[in-house]
């Protein structure tokens, strides 16, 4: 009886195998980064406090409200969207000199206000535009102090801008105006 | 003496293709490896907005989705036209979002709890009373958290 070798299986076709499942994950994937702007919300009030905005100076605080047409009304005048972020800039970066702006910007609060009506379209455009004003705002510092841009800082360096620009958006308790 | 004639011509040799399979298996594991297989079907509308200050989300695997927006074409007849809140794989009220984030914390180990972010990726077209009445509730689940996600616009 003669002992016969197992013949050799034929690899050759691997390669087609691997090609067909190398296209299948090739289609599959989505190489996307979930990116978005980060907020966070305040604690839920306590039913006895009351809040009391009063020892705020009203000048420290920025009114921003949006109505249910979409409609930009800050510090009681309205305003486009794409003149809001030099507005908030403007107001932030006052330091006392005129008297219906921010004392300084540690003190500077960005109170918002939406309708129950307004798009969430133009809500993210103008938390966009205000983020961008403080961005703006603590590149400024951060280049004249450090020579970078505020994302580029590290450690201390970091929160000593941050500490100089705190990002103060306050949102007012959701009311229903425009009835919608 | 014809025993050591060297072979002359024939053209060129063939391109050995016996590492073609490593090659394609190497490319066919970075692939694997970085796919990431979509865990709930979109049953809304959902065409984020546009923003340019955005910052990217680390860990995927910390974040809660809720989405917002209209019933997809094939839900209209069921669902309606308004916009509306999916939680994982089913249309929810916001009243049900406080058990959803609760449910989250249940299934994430205790030191990365604090970390958790909620994700809210909402439609164009919603309004914000829907995404106010989340927040509210989000606000009362102690989620404070949250990140509205966004296409990043280059400016």
């Known amino acids: 009886m003669s002992r016969r070798s197992l013949p050799e299986i034929n690899a050759g076709s691997m390669a087609d195998i691997a090609f067909l499942l190398l296209i299948f994950f090739l289609v599959t994937t989505t190489m996307d980064v979930d990116t978005g702007l980060v907020r966070k919300l305040p604690a839920m009030p306590e039913e006895e406090e009351i809040l009391d905005d009063s020892q705020i100076k009203a000048r420290n605080i920025y009114v921003v409200l949006v109505n249910a047409k979409d409609q930009l009304l800050v510090e009681e005048e309205l305003m486009d969207i794409s003149q809001l972020r030099e507005g908030t800039k403007a107001f932030l970066d006052n330091w006392g000199k005129d008297p219906n702006l921010s004392d300084n910007p540690q003190k500077a609060i960005v109170s918002l206000q939406n309708d129950r009506g307004t798009s969430y379209e133009m809500y993210i455009s103008v938390q966009n535009e205000l983020s961008a004003a403080y961005r703006e705002l603590r590149d400024r510092e951060a280049q004249k102090k450090f020579g970078v841009n505020y994302m580029e800082l590290k450690g201390d360096n970091k929160k000593e801008i941050r500490k100089m620009f705190p990002e103060k958006i306050s949102e007012a308790e959701p009311k229903n105006v425009g009835g919608n | ?155």
């Open chain 2, 1 to 155: 003496m014809s025993r050591f004639k060297k072979k002359k011509g024939g053209g060129t040799p063939a391109i050995s293709t016996a590492s073609l399979p490593d090659i394609v298996f190497m490319l066919l594991f970075f692939f694997m490896v970085t796919t990431v297989m979509r865990e709930t079907t979109l049953l809304v509308e959902n065409t984020l907005p546009q923003a340019s200050e955005v910052k990217k989300i680390e860990d995927k695997s910390l974040c809660s989705y809720i989405y917002v927006g209209a019933p997809v074409a094939g839900m209209k007849s069921k669902f309606g036209t308004e916009p509306r809140i999916q939680l994982n794989d089913a249309f929810r009220l916001s009243s049900d979002v406080q058990e959803f984030v609760a449910a989250k914390r249940e299934s994430t180990s205790e030191e990365k709890i604090p970390q958790l972010i909620t994700c809210i990726k909402a439609d164009v077209d919603a309004k914000m009373g829907l995404i106010s009445d989340i927040k509210q509730e989000l606000r009362k689940a102690k989620a404070f958290k949250i990140n509205y996600a966004t296409f990043e616009r280059v400016e």
